[in-house]
């Protein structure tokens, strides 16, 4: 390519300077001396030439290809249906068109889900994927979508390109789908209130009305039918602290896209207003402060306590208007308001005709029903007025065989202990023997039933749980654990056991021997499975789409298996290990990718016939087949595509190879121009003159 090229020798101002007083004086040379000045005026411009410099410049240029960006959705919502196989024939049949372009370079671009909830975002994909690209070598971009697209430029300028812009629409116009919203959904709960969850039905294909499922910790407890497009509700019992997962699942239409949006799950965390603790001692002794200081330190525990101090054998003649002691209110602790209590505690009680038989019958049904006793044990266990010899035997784990152990020893967590979230890696437990001080008595007593978890002197049991039907009993065979709290021989993690063991006894989620759990950290999902067990099964793993796995569990610690899987899919995943069922959710609990999941032409319309490209469906409905356009190159005129065509616009772009500089006004051929307009301008006007 030839062309004139100007390296001026003076700066530029001043060129244009001498170019202005040149004009004036060859203005002034012809209107004083007529036409012959014209000789002149040429002698100055060929001057004002040479100081401009002038060069014909040659270049050695080299076409270079264009540039066609084919974005593949890579989406979640472009798993549905059959939109997947459906993409992979549209790339397989536009990589064979591609191929006989011979002026083309096609660059294909994946572009997956957003981080976070951001979605689908092409636009985004297509300048990370076209960064190393000049605009003006940008012949074309098509994409392959479902249409559902969310970071859709305001306007065409936003592009920062020039090029038209196809989308080739996956999916189908007849798809049918069903889902389920969430309009109101409670995120905590009062144990024991109900609570109200609102939600809709939406659908499009369907019947008009659905059944809707709700299960609470995975067990079916509500059915109903409603109509779809019409909000309902549904109240929900908060059974217990903790999380209470309530899932609401929707009936699935025959062929709908996916499953994963027809159910939703609530995990409603339920706080009890107040725990309500009663503590009854049976005698003042050095340990029953360090019971009351302990549960007087959780400002969520509403403590009573009462200390039998005056038996009613004892009878000495004090008349009653002389006695300051506060009658115990058997009446309206065990009869009338027993239901009230979250845990009941014997500590060193001894049957003292202070509770007739009938209020123990009333303490058995209580735990049966879903209360808790702990027995803080002492010498009068093994007494006559133990509390094993009256009506509530039957609940006790334990029964005493007479014989009080009085001399040092190191409580020991036994096997099944090291297992159990009570007494698992208590502080000081790591070593052997225990980095804690020594307790100086033991109740000697006979497991009947339950778990021991820790033992005293001669290896007798000294802390033994058992659960009671829907209710859950302790037994603490010593009143030694205050030697702890006063950090006798370096003390012992009393808080830690007695806590723990307090909480377990209210059924606090984080202390049940068979759980299982499940986080996610970005597309990995943890599971922890909690047993007694020395073994456990697999975990059955689903994902939002409905596709199931098994994962196999290593034993990380005693009692706690794990395992770590990578989830494709965004969405709900739900996982069961016998009973147990456990829910995690990748990304957000309801994607943007699944709430809108019908492939559709109209979002992308706009933009796309901004820049004279085409929207338009590979299949039809009906059409298993699919059908991909010709692509034309288009050097002239306004259209851009057709019935059975995209046009793409050539750039003629090239690459400069090399560059031959020849000067006009310096050397030899400057000289002689100089010179020749010199001397004929000088003969000229002598010419003129004579």
């Not at 288009?634 to 793409?648: K, N």
Request: aromatic fraction near 6%; charge should be negative; glycine fraction near 8%.
């Amino acid at each position: 390519m030839l062309s004139v090229s100007f390296s001026p020798l003076i700066p530029v101002y001043a060129l244009w300077v001498i170019v202005a007083v040149a004009v004036l004086l060859a203005v002034l040379a012809l209107l004083s001396r007529g036409p012959v000045a014209l000789i002149r005026a040429v002698a100055l411009a060929l001057v004002v030439l040479a100081l401009a410099n002038p060069s014909l410049v040659q270049e050695e240029r080299e076409k270079v290809k264009d540039v066609v960006a084919v974005v593949i959705d890579r989406s979640t919502s472009q798993t549905l249906g059959d939109r997947q196989p459906m993409t992979e024939q549209v790339r397989a049949e536009l990589q064979r068109r591609f191929g006989s372009l011979a002026d083309v370079e096609p660059r294909y671009i994946e572009a997956d889900d957003g981080a976070g909830d951001d979605g689908t975002r092409l636009f985004a994909a297509l300048s990370n994927g076209l960064a190393d690209v000049p605009p003006d070598r940008l012949a074309g971009v098509i994409f392959v979508t479902d249409g559902v697209v969310h970071d859709i430029p305001p306007s065409i300028e936003s592009l920062g390109f020039r090029a038209p812009l196809h989308a080739l629409i996956t999916g189908r116009p007849d798809e049918r789908d069903r889902q389920i919203k969430l309009l109101e959904a409670p995120r905590f709960g009062i144990v024991g209130r109900d609570q109200t969850i609102r939600a809709v039905v939406m659908e499009r294909g369907g019947t008009g009305s659905a059944f809707v499922t709700v299960r609470r910790d995975g067990q079916e407890f509500a059915r109903q039918q409603v109509r779809s497009d019409t909000p309902f509700s549904i109240d929900v019992r908060v059974e217990h602290g903790g999380a209470n997962v309530i899932e609401l699942e929707v009936e699935g239409l025959p062929d709908e896209l996916t499953l994963a949006n027809n159910r939703a799950v609530i995990p409603i965390e339920g706080i009890r207003e107040k725990l309500r603790v009663l503590l009854v001692s049976g005698e003042p002794h050095p340990g029953e402060r360090t019971w009351r200081n302990l549960l007087k330190s959780d400002a969520n525990v509403d403590l009573v306590h009462f200390t039998i101090l005056r038996p009613p054998e004892k009878q000495d003649g004090t008349p009653i208007n002389e006695l300051s002691l506060i009658a115990f209110p058997t009446r309206e602790l065990f009869q009338q308001k027993i239901k009230d209590f979250d845990l009941i505690i014997f500590d060193r009680y001894a049957n003292q005709s202070v509770l007739p038989p009938s209020y123990f019958e009333n303490i058995v049904r209580y735990v049966r029903d879903g209360g808790a006793v702990l027995v803080a044990a002492g010498p009068e266990f093994a007494s006559y007025g133990s509390l094993a010899q009256t009506r509530l035997a039957p609940i006790i784990p334990g029964a005493p065989s007479g014989r009080i152990v009085e001399e040092p020893y190191k409580a020991r967590i036994t096997d099944t202990g090291n297992r159990h979230p009570v007494t698992r890696e208590l502080p000081g437990s790591e070593t052997q023997p225990p980095a804690w001080g020594e307790w100086l008595r033991i109740i000697g007593a006979q497991v009947q039933s339950g778990s021991a978890l820790m033992s005293g002197a001669n290896d007798l049991p000294l802390l033994v749980l058992r659960r009671e039907e829907k209710g859950r009993v302790a037994l603490l065979l010593s009143d030694h654990a205050w030697l702890w709290a006063r950090g006798y021989n370096d003390g012992g993690p009393h808080l830690d056991l007695l806590r723990r063991l307090a909480h377990w006894l209210m059924k606090e989620p984080a202390l049940e021997e068979e759980a299982l759990r499940a986080s996610a950290a970005g597309r990995t999902i943890r599971i922890e499975r909690q047993t007694m067990k020395e073994t456990t099964d697999p975990v059955t793993l689903t994902a939002p789409g409905g596709t199931q796995s098994n994962v196999e569990l290593a034993e990380t610690k005693p009692g706690v298996f794990t395992a770590q899987v990578d989830s494709a899919e965004l969405g709900l995943h739900t996982l069961r290990s016998g009973d147990l069922i456990a829910f995690v959710s990748i990304g957000p609990a309801n994607p943007r990718e699944l709430t809108d999941v019908f492939s559709n032409t109209d979002a992308l319309r706009p933009i796309v016939e901004a820049t004279g490209g085409s929207v338009r469906r590979v299949a039809m409905e009906g059409d298993r087949g699919i059908t991909v356009p010709r692509i034309l190159a288009v050097r002239s005129g306004t259209r851009l595509s057709g019935g059975d065509w995209i046009g793409i616009r050539p750039s003629e772009s090239a690459v400069i190879r090399g560059v031959s500089i020849l000067p006009l006004a310096l050397g030899f051929l400057g000289l002689v121009l100089l010179v020749g307009a010199t001397l004929i301008a000088w003969i000229a006007e002598g010419r003129r003159r004579a």
